[in-house]
């Protein structure tokens, strides 16, 4: 209740064929007003190409490029939070692109306090490795753009997909305890900056 809807929708970000999941990508997004305060920002979501070939860093910077460009149409001005998993880590040209071309900045690396700084959020099947055996390179990420907010702590969150509270460290448990994903959920605490 402390929001009203002003806008949201889904788009699509790759004008090619249908049919390859790697190729077919989307993005929601909601523009939500503060009720309190009058603040508007665009809040999105998406999950960039999947590829594991050398293809795939080169299509993660046409669709970052076509849903960034997308959403900063959308917002008219307004902050953008969007997160999601990029599966990009922070050496691609992918993220170099965010956050360099586009301007969007990195929560993780904003942040005032981060509880979790040598962790990232993906992970692999069976175990509490961080994503590239360990090598502490995130995929998953929450960025902004504007100065409608400042990042007061970020945190992986260890606990969010098992039902006992435990990674899995069987392969042959995932699903049967609930260990539903590879990845983590990411808590971010955003305060708004009131602009006069």
């Not at 299509?59 to 917002?75: D, H, P, S």
């Not at 993220?95 to 942040?111: E, P, S, V």
């Not at 360990?134 to 098992?162: A, K, S």
Request: proline residues 2%; charged residues 25%; hydrophobic residues 35%.
């Amino acid at each position: 209740e402390r929001f009203e809807e002003i806008d949201s929708g889904v788009f699509r970000y790759n004008q090619r064929p249908k049919g390859d999941a790697n190729v077919d990508r989307l993005c929601t997004y909601a523009i939500l007003k503060d009720r309190t305060t009058g603040a508007e920002i665009l809040y999105a979501s998406t999950h960039l190409c999947t590829r594991s070939d050398m293809s795939r860093d080169e299509l993660n910077v046409i669709q970052a490029t076509m849903f960034m460009e997308e959403l900063i149409r959308l917002a008219e001005g307004r902050t953008i939070i969007v997160g999601g998993d990029f599966n990009a880590d922070t050496p691609s040209n992918t993220y170099r692109y965010m956050t360099k071309t586009a301007g969007f900045c990195d929560t993780r690396i904003t942040a005032k306090y981060n509880a979790t700084p040598d962790m990232c959020s993906a992970r692999v099947w069976g175990g509490e490795k961080n994503w590239n055996n360990g090598m502490r390179t995130p995929i998953d990420h929450i960025f902004y753009l504007g100065n409608g907010v400042t990042v007061e702590e970020w945190t992986v969150l260890t606990e969010t997909y098992d039902k006992d509270n435990k990674v899995t460290t069987d392969i042959n448990m995932i699903g049967k305890n609930f260990d539903l994903s590879d990845h983590q959920g990411i808590y971010v605490k955003f305060k708004e900056n009131i602009i006069q």
